[in-house]
């Protein structure tokens, strides 16, 4: 298994344009995350899906938006990047069994300048 | 906010055993205690959890008081690459498995 799999791994944006920070996992785990962490900081959570089709917004879903249209894929996006947005992304995943620890992946470092 | 305290940053000698302490006084009965780490800005990454008994595994050792309002990390013969961010979460499961995330405490394992 590949596990929880990020692209890019950097990227460099210009203030106002968007991109897509791609999230894959392939253990069959219902619930998806992502989370941004600035410098010296602990995660905060972005959005989260508990499910192909279902999303939730986390503690700061400001300026992002999401999707889950398979089990395997969720995709976060952000529209008109802004320079408070710079921080690295990660996406888990984790399953709907008793042992509900979480699996990250490599993250993806994101600069808006 | 998260639920838990614990120490900014912490030394251990390599070989010995590094005790990284935490404080979850307002745990509620059916959460469970979890660690992660994070090495240098990598993914974190699950080292065990527990919800009232003693956990041990193949990376650490998870000690919970009795009243569970506190508990202990325990890495027993800590080496330089254990020198990572320590995350002690409270986490309940009905609340879809979300994690609130403190600072964690930096442990620096010395040669």
């Known amino acids: 298994n590949a596990g929880v799999t990020q692209t890019p791994k950097f990227r460099i944006l210009k203030i106002g344009q968007s991109m897509t920070l791609q999230c894959t996992q392939d253990m069959n785990h219902n619930y998806m995350y992502w989370y941004r962490q600035d410098p010296g900081m602990g995660l905060k959570l972005i959005y989260y899906s508990v499910g192909a089709g279902i999303t939730d917004k986390g503690e700061v879903p400001n300026g992002y938006n999401v999707s889950r249209s398979t089990t395997e894929d969720f995709p976060l996006r952000l529209e008109l990047a802004a320079p408070s947005q710079t921080s690295v992304y990660f996406c888990a995943s984790t399953t709907a069994g008793e042992s509900y620890e979480q699996y990250f992946g490599p993250g993806t470092r994101l600069t808006v300048t | 906010d998260a639920k838990t305290t614990q120490p900014t940053s912490m030394d251990c000698a390599e070989g010995r055993a590094a005790n990284l302490p935490c404080n979850h006084s307002?745990?509620?009965?059916?959460?469970?205690v979890y660690w992660y780490r994070q090495i240098h800005s990598q993914g974190p990454q699950y080292i065990i959890h527990g919800l009232k008994n003693n956990e041990t595994n193949e990376m650490a050792s998870l000690i919970i008081t009795e009243d569970r309002k506190s508990s202990t990390l325990i890495l027993p013969h800590a080496t330089l690459r254990d020198t990572a961010v320590y995350y002690c979460?409270?986490?309940?499961?009905?609340?879809?498995?979300?994690?609130?995330w403190g600072l964690g405490t930096s442990l620096a394992v010395n040669p």
């Open positions: 307002a745990i509620s009965g059916n959460e469970y």
């Open positions: 979460i409270v986490q309940n499961a009905g609340n879809n498995r979300k994690l609130i």
